[in-house]
């Protein structure tokens, strides 16, 4: 097949993979926006707060039952025709919300779009972690939290503009645009190539030194750095099929149990965190605390939360992999729960009344210096959300598990983020108007107890492969990993020592300094 330019760029290939999160992001900064305006609350008929759960819950349902049985197309088809295939149904999606003419097909809609979503929400950063090199794969991976984030801010704004339609047309028109980003992967992913580690996983080696001659060798299959990529994948192969198996119950198995867990709790941590709730329910919290003087003055405030937000991950891009995956957590974790304690105890200080006009509560606040404090601290919150566990939540859990079962175990921990994402968006409405300014105290602890579960059980994965994971996660997560026994379980494995990749490097340049010896 022919080789594109472009699709043998590494940056190039987990950028266009992550149009994909456009799709979510579309999703939520169209919805979030369109449910407080007036055309819409009109057309619904002023849906009850356990109604709007219900439709913006049947997005999740959907992003549930995608990601729970990605793996198996991930794992027969390949990463890019599951990719492909779910943005073809994200399509079908968009045009019923867009078409609807009730709850039902909106719901409907919606649901389909999920199971596009929760499918694309597991593929693109399995996809992504299994092209990048390892000194930039936090880096490529974080692109596709960045490419929400934009998908969010794009379509906030959009539907902002569209609010000054009259009738229906200021809903419909944001939701069909959601289509836009899956016709450009739908279309475009077929230039882009397979996985090398997928390929070499089915027995197609020459396609898979191919592909990583193409985007670690600038063409060359004899590169040294693509040679030693290979050897290693091969050997990591060798061993999965001769020591281990790829049954399912393999994640159930002690060791494996326990990344398994880790990439579950990660994954409804950031659900905890409070930060999707933010940004599907934003509008109705700037309305709760008074901020914003009308529809168009709230929508403008709310909407800042989403230019925090694309800005915000900029630096975990670039600094991820410098970073380190640990305290980048620890410190995220933290950080957002001050904010959210200080958010609640604002708003604890107001005097909560029911509004006749709609019948839902909002609060008073005794000065403008603390409802502007509550839109500071959602902007901070917003922030320290953006560069640190936004993207980890999706790095992390796509680099720590073997070949043999990392469709499976990432399809597993992706879908524990959907459900919780479900039960959040289901009772968070209800928990707004029940318990007021202690929603916010709930996520704060949240947010402090998930610091302490990363400090005690997450170890560092900046900097090792793939393959090398096993043993990161055999040893003390506190603790760095003793060279000697690195090596030992290198040597073991069949798969070459660092000084060992340096010499093969060496040879490109003619500064060789050592032999490297034959493999027995």
Known sequence: MKTYKLASNVYAIGAFAAVAGLMFGFDIGSNS???????????????????????NSALSAGCFVGALFAGIPADKYSRKYTLIGASALFILGAVLQAACNGVAMLCAGRALAGISVGITSMVVPLYQAEIAPKEIRGRIVAVQQWSITWGIFIAFWGQYGCQFLTGTAAFRIPW???????????????????????LASKGRMEEALKVLADIHGNGDPSHPRVLVEMEEIEATIAFDRDVASTRYTDLLKPGMLYRVSLGVCLQIWQQLTGMNIIMFYVVILFQQAGIGS???????????????????????????????????????????????????????TGTWSLNPESGKWVVELASKSKTNGVAACVYLFVAA???????????????????????????????????????????????????????????????????????????????????????????NPRKKIPRETMDKWLNERGIRRDQERKDALALKDGSFSSSIPEKV
């Not at 959601?178 to 397979?194: E, Y």
């Not at 709230?298 to 600094?319: E, H, K, Q, R």
């Not at 566990?389 to 043999?404: D, F, K, S, T, V």
């Not at 009772?427 to 108007?433: D, G, R, S, T």
Request: net charge negative; glycine share 8%; proline share 6%.
């Open 176 to 198: 069909g645009v959601q289509a836009i980003p899956a016709v450009i992967v739908c279309a475009g992913m077929w230039f882009f190539p397979f996985t090398p580690r997928w």
């Open 33 to 55: 926006g369109v449910i407080g305006t007036s055309q819409y609350l009109e057309y619904f008929d002023h849906p009850s707060p356990v109604l709007q759960g219900g439709i």
């Open 385 to 475: 959300f953006g560069s640190t566990w936004g993207p980890l939540g999706w790095i992390y859990p796509a680099e720590i598990y073997p070949l043999r079962v990392r469709a499976t175990a990432v399809s597993l921990s992706t879908a524990s983020n959907w459900l919780f994402n479900w039960l959040l968006n289901f009772f968070v409405p209800i928990l707004m108007e029940e318990i007021h300014y202690g929603l916010y105290f709930l996520f704060a602890a949240f947010n402090f107890l998930m610091m302490i579960h990363v400090y005690l059980a997450y170890p560092e994965t900046k900097g090792y492969t793939l393959e090398e994971m096993d043993i990161v996660f055999e040893n």
């Open 294 to 348: 009308g529809q168009e003055s709230t929508l403008i405030a709310s909407g800042v939360s989403y230019v925090v937000f694309v800005i915000m991950t900029v630096p975990a891009i670039i600094y991820i992999d410098k970073w380190g995956r640990r305290p980048t957590l620890i410190i995220g974790a933290l950080f957002m729960s001050i904010f959210l304690w200080v958010v609640g105890a604002i708003l604890a």
